[in-house]
């Protein structure tokens, strides 16, 4: 590597995701300032979907366009880093996949499957980041969703760096691996299961007495902020990268009345 490479801060690539672009911007600007606090230079190339739920839904042939879209855009970058567990497995577990018998697209979805990293994950695993300046009052309980911990290994990450937050205290949630019912298409398609399942989720996070719910996922933060909201909880939902950033101030919970 030359020596201007060595000095040059890391160039990351932020996929926004849909829903956060959508429904909440705040989680990319929380992951702007986290990695810009870890030495990085975060660029926003144009982007669409990541082709994820057409993927689930069977559709291979519009995942794998959406895909080469995703695939030229950034894979210029050092590295590109997602505030959402669903989204970077795609792009990491299911990317390469998707051009078996492609080999040239199948190389290049390998190689940004390589640099392909959740937020918090990168932090910690990449930039080696084992605390934050951040600073919030509360107690709050973890859900561990479904593709970060099963596809990623995101687990202690956000644990080990929301334990360095000023003033938080974690309140493990009983369940916190198990589904929240969201399962993308899957809620679309199997609502009444859906709502059994989060509905159960519902009721583990009020036993915890915590009075913030954070996870990873925007899908999943969604889903179980509508239950909490529908059932009259006061329970409030954030994205772990508003905690870690520490914007909670400027930046209502999921689903206030103040955030629509």
């Not at 230079?41 to 794998?64: K, L």
């Not at 959740?118 to 479904?146: I, M, P, Q, W």
């Not at 009721?203 to 239950?227: F, H, P, V, W």
């Amino acid at each position: 590597m030359r020596e201007t490479d060595k000095q040059r801060p890391p160039q990351v690539a932020l996929l926004i995701t849909c829903l956060a672009d959508l429904f909440r911007p705040a989680v990319g600007f929380a992951a702007v300032k986290l990695l810009e606090d870890a030495g990085c230079q975060v660029h926003v190339p144009e982007q669409t979907c990541c082709g994820q739920p057409a993927f689930n839904a069977g559709d291979r042939r519009n995942a794998a366009a959406l895909a080469r879209d995703v695939i030229a855009g950034f894979e210029r970058f050092d590295y590109v880093v997602v505030p959402s567990g669903s989204c970077a497995g795609m792009v990491v577990q299911h990317y390469p996949e998707l051009f078996h018998g492609d080999p040239a697209w199948a190389q290049r979805a390998r190689a940004l499957a390589a640099k392909t990293f959740e937020l918090v994950s990168f932090l910690t695993d990449v930039r080696k980041r084992d605390s934050v300046d951040a600073r919030f009052d509360g107690t709050v309980t973890y859900h561990d969703s479904c593709a970060g911990l099963r596809e990623l290994n995101v687990k202690q990450q956000p644990r080990q760096l929301l334990a360095t937050v000023e003033g938080l205290r974690l309140t493990e949630l009983p369940g916190a691996e198990v589904c929240c019912g969201f399962g993308g298409t899957f809620c679309v398609k199997y609502p009444d299961i859906s709502v059994d399942i989060v509905d159960r989720k519902a009721k583990d996070i009020a036993a915890t007495g915590a009075e913030t719910l954070l996870a990873g996922d925007l899908g999943c933060l969604m889903n179980m902020a509508g239950r909490l909201k529908r059932e009259g909880s006061e329970v409030a939902v954030r994205h772990v990268a508003e905690v870690l950033a520490g914007i909670t101030d400027s930046v209502p919970p999921i689903g206030d009345a103040a955030e629509d």
